[in-house]
């Protein structure tokens, strides 16, 4: 069965050259996106069938460094598709209710409407993580505090903060394999909710 969220905008629908782009070439990383209008107001329809949003995950759950990681390469992706279809970053809509995962991938609602920016929408969302932290997991810690400060310098850069947090982490992991073993992932609220989907599905015989 198909699910969706509406977003509703006070004016009168019109398509434009955004939402055109969006219905021919399907922008990885975004979620599909209808537009309509109706008594003098336009609506936006997201389909989000087998997803969890930000917000439902980790309303009672930690986000843990396997986490952010998952996002974060999901994030810088979506930036490049965005720009590569001419479409504006600023209209990648970052709040928790906002976001979904689904089988290892995170998904972005892109607005057209939306009036914001993104460096304040991605500082807001940091913050965010430093309140959903999982303070127990070492490597959420350094990933959260790196990125919650790096948004607050005057004028930072979106892709060179994103890959600096992902390669500082890359490197710490490739020197703690020679002591180490490499953890399993299955602590991940994201891991748990895509593993219990699975044995929901497999039990109504959809896979």
Known sequence: MERKITIEEAGVYQEDYQMKMLGA?????LLPVKG?????????DYDVSGKVSFQALYERNKITGEDLKIFLRRFQMVLG?????????????????????EDGNVYFCYYPPFQGDIWQEFHDLTEYFVKQADYGDKEC???????????????????KLIGECLKKEERR?????KNTT??????????????????????????
Not at 81 to 94: F, G, H, M
Not at 186 to 199: C, D, F, I
Request: charged residues 30%; proline residues 5%.
């Open 25 to 29: 070439g399907e922008p990885e990383g």
């Open 36 to 44: 309509r209008g109706l008594d003098g107001s336009s609506f936006y």
């Open 81 to 101: 598709e965005v720009t590569r279809y001419l479409l504006d970053i600023n209209k990648i809509l970052l709040k928790p209710e906002y976001l979904f995962y």
């Open 141 to 159: 810690v350094r990933m959260v505090f790196l990125l919650h400060k790096g948004t607050m310098e005057e004028n930072y850069s979106l892709e």
């Open 173 to 177: 992991r490739n020197l703690g394999k």
């Open 182 to 207: 490499p953890g399993s992932t299955t602590g991940s609220p994201a891991r748990r909710w895509e593993a219990l989907s699975w044995k929901r599905r497999r039990t109504c015989g959809l896979l």
